[in-house]
């Protein structure tokens, strides 16, 4: 099972090092804008109409304070906007840095 083996904080990048031996680097303002969270993507209702969500905004000074593993498969961070509850399963990590399996 694919899972990151060593994730570190490299300049403004999250770096990850894979079980496959791979490598990620994703910006911290780019995994912001990313999370998958119902705060910033919104949530749908049973029509498929989305409710909520960050839309545009401007998130080039947030940077990731912190993050643990969650089960075996994802990585929830924190960051520096108070944000934290987008869980990043492995796979949208690996799509996020244009790092495919």
Known sequence: MLKPVNVQLIGEEVAIAWSDG?????????????SPSAE?????????????????ADYSGVRVKGWEQVGNYALRFDFSDGHRTGLYTFEYLRKLSGTLY
């Open 22 to 34: 791979a490598e990620s680097y994703v910006r911290e303002d780019v995994l912001r804008r990313a």
């Open 40 to 56: 910033t993507q919104g949530e749908r209702d049973v029509l498929g109409n989305t409710y909520g969500g960050s839309g545009d």
